[in-house]
Protein backbone atom coordinates (compact mmCIF):
# COMPACT_ATOMS: atom_id res chain seq x y z
CA UNK A 1 0.00 0.00 0.00
CA UNK A 2 0.88 3.47 -0.86
CA UNK A 3 0.58 6.10 1.27
CA UNK A 4 -0.03 9.64 0.88
CA UNK A 5 1.84 11.69 0.89
CA UNK A 6 4.35 10.35 -1.80
CA UNK A 7 7.63 10.36 -1.76
CA UNK A 8 9.39 11.92 -4.56
CA UNK A 9 10.85 8.79 -5.97
CA UNK A 10 6.96 6.97 -5.48
CA UNK A 11 5.45 10.14 -7.55
CA UNK A 12 8.04 9.30 -10.08
CA UNK A 13 7.46 5.93 -10.57
CA UNK A 14 3.44 6.41 -10.69
CA UNK A 15 4.03 9.31 -13.03
CA UNK A 16 6.17 7.69 -15.59
CA UNK A 17 5.27 6.50 -18.68
CA UNK A 18 6.52 5.34 -21.83
CA UNK A 19 4.38 6.21 -25.04
CA UNK A 20 6.89 4.49 -27.55
CA UNK A 21 9.92 2.45 -27.70
CA UNK A 22 10.96 -0.71 -26.31
CA UNK A 23 10.26 -1.29 -23.00
CA UNK A 24 14.04 -1.41 -21.74
CA UNK A 25 15.22 1.60 -23.35
CA UNK A 26 14.32 3.54 -20.57
CA UNK A 27 15.92 3.91 -16.90
CA UNK A 28 15.14 6.03 -13.98
CA UNK A 29 17.86 8.06 -12.50
CA UNK A 30 18.56 11.08 -9.68
CA UNK A 31 15.80 13.02 -8.96
CA UNK A 32 13.85 14.81 -11.92
CA UNK A 33 15.83 12.56 -14.47
CA UNK A 34 15.79 9.29 -16.89
CA UNK A 35 18.25 7.69 -18.55
CA UNK A 36 17.85 6.57 -22.26
CA UNK A 37 20.16 3.93 -24.13
CA UNK A 38 22.93 5.44 -25.50
CA UNK A 39 22.39 6.04 -29.42
CA UNK A 40 25.60 8.02 -30.83
CA UNK A 41 23.22 9.59 -33.62
CA UNK A 42 21.01 10.99 -31.08
CA UNK A 43 24.17 11.73 -28.80
CA UNK A 44 25.36 14.20 -30.99
CA UNK A 45 21.84 15.74 -31.99
CA UNK A 46 21.79 16.52 -27.97
CA UNK A 47 25.50 17.86 -28.36
CA UNK A 48 24.21 20.48 -31.19
CA UNK A 49 21.14 21.18 -29.70
CA UNK A 50 22.95 22.91 -26.54
CA UNK A 51 23.57 26.10 -28.45
CA UNK A 52 20.76 26.25 -30.95
CA UNK A 53 17.25 27.83 -30.80
CA UNK A 54 14.94 24.79 -30.13
CA UNK A 55 17.23 24.29 -27.13
CA UNK A 56 14.38 25.52 -24.81
CA UNK A 57 12.07 23.29 -26.27
CA UNK A 58 13.98 19.78 -26.21
CA UNK A 59 14.89 17.81 -22.77
CA UNK A 60 17.41 18.83 -20.49
CA UNK A 61 20.91 17.01 -22.43
CA UNK A 62 23.50 15.98 -18.74
CA UNK A 63 25.63 13.81 -20.81
CA UNK A 64 26.37 10.22 -21.25
CA UNK A 65 26.40 8.02 -18.18
CA UNK A 66 27.72 4.42 -17.84
CA UNK A 67 25.04 2.03 -15.60
CA UNK A 68 25.34 -1.62 -15.19
CA UNK A 69 27.85 -1.64 -18.04
CA UNK A 70 25.74 -0.33 -20.43
CA UNK A 71 25.85 3.60 -22.05
CA UNK A 72 22.93 5.69 -21.53
CA UNK A 73 21.74 9.83 -22.34
CA UNK A 74 21.38 11.35 -19.23
CA UNK A 75 18.14 13.90 -19.82
CA UNK A 76 15.48 15.48 -17.95
CA UNK A 77 12.13 13.70 -17.37
CA UNK A 78 9.33 15.72 -18.41
CA UNK A 79 6.85 14.70 -16.45
CA UNK A 80 8.34 15.72 -13.24
CA UNK A 81 6.75 19.15 -12.19
CA UNK A 82 3.46 17.68 -13.60
CA UNK A 83 0.57 16.40 -10.73
CA UNK A 84 -0.72 12.98 -12.63
CA UNK A 85 0.16 14.33 -16.17
CA UNK A 86 -1.40 13.37 -19.42
CA UNK A 87 0.77 12.37 -22.20
CA UNK A 88 0.48 12.34 -25.88
CA UNK A 89 3.14 11.28 -28.07
CA UNK A 90 2.70 12.74 -31.66
CA UNK A 91 5.36 11.80 -34.39
CA UNK A 92 6.38 14.34 -36.65
CA UNK A 93 6.75 14.33 -40.19
CA UNK A 94 5.31 12.54 -43.58
CA UNK A 95 8.24 9.91 -43.75
CA UNK A 96 9.54 7.53 -41.01
CA UNK A 97 11.97 6.13 -42.32
CA UNK A 98 15.17 6.94 -43.60
CA UNK A 99 16.14 6.88 -47.50
CA UNK A 100 19.00 4.66 -46.25
CA UNK A 101 16.86 2.10 -44.94
CA UNK A 102 14.55 2.34 -48.28
CA UNK A 103 17.75 1.94 -50.27
CA UNK A 104 19.19 -1.01 -48.59
CA UNK A 105 15.88 -2.66 -48.23
CA UNK A 106 15.80 -2.48 -52.07
CA UNK A 107 19.57 -3.98 -52.45
CA UNK A 108 19.18 -6.52 -49.94
CA UNK A 109 15.50 -7.08 -48.99
CA UNK A 110 14.87 -8.81 -45.54
CA UNK A 111 11.41 -9.87 -45.30
CA UNK A 112 10.33 -10.01 -41.34
CA UNK A 113 7.68 -12.34 -40.06
CA UNK A 114 7.03 -10.67 -36.79
CA UNK A 115 6.16 -7.37 -39.18
CA UNK A 116 4.01 -9.46 -41.59
CA UNK A 117 1.88 -10.37 -38.30
CA UNK A 118 1.70 -6.66 -37.08
CA UNK A 119 0.33 -5.46 -40.35
CA UNK A 120 -2.15 -8.71 -40.65
CA UNK A 121 -3.40 -7.41 -37.20
CA UNK A 122 -4.76 -4.41 -38.10
CA UNK A 123 -5.38 -5.28 -41.90
CA UNK A 124 -5.31 -8.90 -43.43
CA UNK A 125 -5.64 -6.98 -46.78
CA UNK A 126 -2.57 -4.66 -45.76
CA UNK A 127 0.19 -7.66 -47.33
CA UNK A 128 0.69 -7.90 -51.20
CA UNK A 129 0.20 -11.94 -52.29
CA UNK A 130 3.69 -11.95 -52.37
CA UNK A 131 3.97 -10.85 -49.05
CA UNK A 132 1.58 -12.89 -48.28
CA UNK A 133 3.39 -16.18 -49.68
CA UNK A 134 6.67 -15.46 -47.74
CA UNK A 135 4.61 -14.61 -44.62
CA UNK A 136 7.36 -11.38 -44.21
CA UNK A 137 7.01 -7.74 -44.84
CA UNK A 138 10.86 -5.18 -45.01
CA UNK A 139 11.02 -2.91 -42.70
CA UNK A 140 10.86 0.35 -44.70
CA UNK A 141 7.56 -1.62 -46.73
CA UNK A 142 5.90 -1.90 -42.99
CA UNK A 143 6.82 1.47 -42.23
CA UNK A 144 5.12 3.27 -45.34
CA UNK A 145 2.06 1.26 -44.77
CA UNK A 146 1.59 2.50 -41.31
CA UNK A 147 2.54 5.78 -42.68
CA UNK A 148 -0.60 5.52 -45.23
CA UNK A 149 -3.24 4.06 -42.66
CA UNK A 150 -2.62 6.77 -39.92
CA UNK A 151 -2.57 10.57 -40.80
CA UNK A 152 1.73 10.97 -41.57
CA UNK A 153 1.23 11.19 -45.02
CA UNK A 154 -1.75 12.93 -45.51
CA UNK A 155 -1.55 15.18 -42.71
CA UNK A 156 2.25 14.83 -41.89
CA UNK A 157 1.98 13.80 -37.70
CA UNK A 158 0.83 10.94 -36.17
CA UNK A 159 -0.54 10.10 -32.72
CA UNK A 160 1.45 7.51 -31.49
CA UNK A 161 0.09 7.23 -27.64
CA UNK A 162 -1.76 8.54 -25.18
CA UNK A 163 -1.45 7.93 -21.21
CA UNK A 164 -4.53 9.92 -18.85
CA UNK A 165 -4.85 10.58 -15.70
CA UNK A 166 -7.07 8.34 -14.80
CA UNK A 167 -4.27 5.85 -15.68
CA UNK A 168 -5.98 4.22 -18.83
CA UNK A 169 -3.29 3.92 -21.66
CA UNK A 170 -3.60 3.74 -25.58
CA UNK A 171 -1.52 3.34 -28.29
CA UNK A 172 -4.21 1.42 -30.76
CA UNK A 173 -4.09 4.54 -33.14
CA UNK A 174 -2.53 3.19 -36.15
CA UNK A 175 -5.82 3.91 -38.13
CA UNK A 176 -6.88 7.56 -36.74
CA UNK A 177 -5.90 8.99 -40.27
CA UNK A 178 -8.18 11.60 -40.68
CA UNK A 179 -8.77 15.37 -39.55
CA UNK A 180 -11.84 14.33 -37.63
CA UNK A 181 -10.32 11.56 -36.49
CA UNK A 182 -7.55 13.65 -35.08
CA UNK A 183 -9.52 16.24 -33.69
CA UNK A 184 -11.74 13.64 -31.94
CA UNK A 185 -8.56 12.26 -29.82
CA UNK A 186 -7.85 15.68 -28.60
CA UNK A 187 -11.15 16.79 -27.64
CA UNK A 188 -10.80 13.58 -25.41
CA UNK A 189 -7.30 14.23 -24.51
CA UNK A 190 -8.05 17.68 -22.90
CA UNK A 191 -11.49 16.68 -22.35
CA UNK A 192 -12.60 19.78 -23.73
CA UNK A 193 -10.40 22.32 -21.66
CA UNK A 194 -9.98 24.85 -23.93
CA UNK A 195 -7.90 26.81 -22.20
CA UNK A 196 -5.27 23.84 -21.99
CA UNK A 197 -5.82 23.59 -25.82
CA UNK A 198 -5.01 27.85 -26.05
CA UNK A 199 -1.54 26.71 -24.10
CA UNK A 200 -1.10 24.06 -26.33
CA UNK A 201 -1.52 26.03 -29.34
CA UNK A 202 1.00 28.88 -28.11
CA UNK A 203 3.47 26.71 -27.41
CA UNK A 204 3.56 25.03 -31.04
CA UNK A 205 3.68 28.41 -32.29
CA UNK A 206 6.74 29.11 -30.29
CA UNK A 207 8.04 25.92 -31.75
CA UNK A 208 7.44 26.75 -35.01
CA UNK A 209 9.37 29.99 -34.73
CA UNK A 210 11.98 28.28 -32.94
CA UNK A 211 12.16 26.05 -35.83
CA UNK A 212 12.32 29.00 -37.99
CA UNK A 213 15.54 30.79 -36.71
CA UNK A 214 16.86 27.00 -35.90
CA UNK A 215 20.74 26.26 -37.70
CA UNK A 216 20.14 22.82 -36.24
CA UNK A 217 16.67 22.21 -38.07
CA UNK A 218 17.87 23.67 -41.40
CA UNK A 219 20.71 21.12 -41.25
CA UNK A 220 18.98 17.91 -39.95
CA UNK A 221 16.49 15.63 -41.84
CA UNK A 222 14.20 14.97 -38.83
CA UNK A 223 12.87 11.54 -38.94
CA UNK A 224 11.33 9.91 -36.25
CA UNK A 225 11.01 12.12 -33.90
CA UNK A 226 8.23 13.43 -31.36
CA UNK A 227 6.31 16.11 -30.22
CA UNK A 228 5.12 15.31 -26.36
CA UNK A 229 2.27 17.34 -25.07
CA UNK A 230 2.15 17.44 -21.36
CA UNK A 231 -0.77 18.64 -19.37
CA UNK A 232 -2.28 18.21 -15.77
CA UNK A 233 -5.79 19.34 -13.74
CA UNK A 234 -3.73 22.57 -12.42
CA UNK A 235 -3.66 23.46 -16.05
CA UNK A 236 0.32 22.96 -16.29
CA UNK A 237 0.24 22.42 -20.15
CA UNK A 238 3.87 21.85 -22.09
CA UNK A 239 5.04 20.93 -25.61
CA UNK A 240 8.38 19.02 -25.92
CA UNK A 241 10.57 17.70 -29.22
CA UNK A 242 11.83 14.74 -28.74
CA UNK A 243 13.54 11.52 -29.81
CA UNK A 244 16.47 12.23 -32.30
CA UNK A 245 17.31 8.85 -32.70
CA UNK A 246 16.95 9.00 -36.56
CA UNK A 247 17.55 12.57 -36.86
CA UNK A 248 20.64 12.89 -39.23
CA UNK A 249 22.71 15.65 -40.02
CA UNK A 250 23.18 16.46 -44.11
CA UNK A 251 26.35 16.50 -46.10
CA UNK A 252 28.41 20.10 -45.57
CA UNK A 253 26.64 22.82 -46.98
CA UNK A 254 23.33 21.41 -47.87
CA UNK A 255 20.09 22.39 -46.16
CA UNK A 256 16.36 21.29 -46.02
CA UNK A 257 13.28 23.19 -46.63
CA UNK A 258 10.61 20.86 -44.26
CA UNK A 259 7.87 21.74 -45.49
CA UNK A 260 8.16 20.88 -49.61
CA UNK A 261 6.97 17.28 -50.88
CA UNK A 262 9.18 14.21 -50.23
CA UNK A 263 10.88 12.60 -53.10
CA UNK A 264 13.43 10.15 -52.27
CA UNK A 265 16.93 11.75 -52.82
CA UNK A 266 15.72 15.02 -51.65
CA UNK A 267 15.22 14.21 -48.16
CA UNK A 268 12.41 16.39 -47.36
CA UNK A 269 10.58 15.50 -43.91
CA UNK A 270 7.95 17.05 -43.98
CA UNK A 271 8.13 18.84 -40.44
CA UNK A 272 7.26 22.22 -41.11
CA UNK A 273 4.42 20.63 -43.03
CA UNK A 274 2.89 18.79 -40.45
CA UNK A 275 3.12 21.24 -37.72
CA UNK A 276 1.33 23.51 -39.24
CA UNK A 277 -1.45 20.87 -40.22
CA UNK A 278 -1.27 20.29 -36.72
CA UNK A 279 -1.36 23.84 -35.51
CA UNK A 280 -5.05 24.54 -37.99
CA UNK A 281 -6.36 21.03 -36.63
CA UNK A 282 -5.54 21.92 -32.88
CA UNK A 283 -7.04 25.55 -33.90
CA UNK A 284 -10.24 23.71 -34.52
CA UNK A 285 -10.67 21.87 -31.49
CA UNK A 286 -10.12 25.30 -29.52
CA UNK A 287 -12.65 26.93 -31.51
CA UNK A 288 -15.67 24.99 -30.98
P1 LIG B 1 10.73 5.05 -30.80
O1 LIG B 1 11.91 5.30 -31.68
O2 LIG B 1 10.07 3.72 -31.00
O3 LIG B 1 9.74 6.18 -30.82
P2 LIG B 1 12.60 5.48 -28.58
O4 LIG B 1 13.22 4.31 -27.90
O5 LIG B 1 13.43 6.29 -29.50
O6 LIG B 1 11.27 4.99 -29.27
P3 LIG B 1 11.47 7.88 -27.42
O7 LIG B 1 10.54 8.01 -28.55
O8 LIG B 1 12.56 8.87 -27.24
O9 LIG B 1 12.08 6.39 -27.39
O10 LIG B 1 10.64 7.85 -26.07
C1 LIG B 1 9.62 6.88 -25.87
C2 LIG B 1 8.61 7.40 -24.89
O11 LIG B 1 9.24 7.67 -23.64
C3 LIG B 1 7.94 8.71 -25.30
O12 LIG B 1 6.80 8.47 -26.10
C4 LIG B 1 7.58 9.31 -23.95
O13 LIG B 1 6.37 8.74 -23.48
C5 LIG B 1 8.72 8.85 -23.05
N1 LIG B 1 9.81 9.84 -22.96
C6 LIG B 1 10.88 9.95 -23.76
N2 LIG B 1 11.71 10.93 -23.36
C7 LIG B 1 11.13 11.49 -22.27
C8 LIG B 1 11.50 12.55 -21.37
N3 LIG B 1 12.64 13.25 -21.52
N4 LIG B 1 10.67 12.84 -20.34
C9 LIG B 1 9.53 12.14 -20.18
N5 LIG B 1 9.13 11.13 -20.98
C10 LIG B 1 9.91 10.79 -22.01
MG1 LIG C 1 9.88 8.06 -30.37
MG1 LIG D 1 13.33 6.77 -31.53
Given at each position: ???W???????????????A?????????????????????????????????????????????E?????F????????????????D???????????????A??????????????????????????H???G?????????????S??????????G?????????????????????????????????????SY??R???I??????????R????I????????????????????F??T?????????N??????E???????????G????????????
Amino acid sequence: IVHWPFSATQRRRLNWVQLAGHKGNFKAADEGTILKKFCENEMQCFEKLQDDALRPFVPGYHGVVEKDGESFLHMTDLLTNFDLPNVMDCKMGVRTYLEEELVRARERPKPREDLYRKMVEVDGEGPTPQEHAQRGVTKPRYMQWRETMSSTNTLGFRIEGIKKDDGTCRTDFKKTRSKQDVIQVFKDFVEGNVTIMKSYLSRLTEIRQALKTSEFFRRHEVIGSSLLFIHDHKGNAQVWIIDFGKTTALPEGQMLNHDVPWQEGNREDGYLWGLGNLIHTLESVSSD
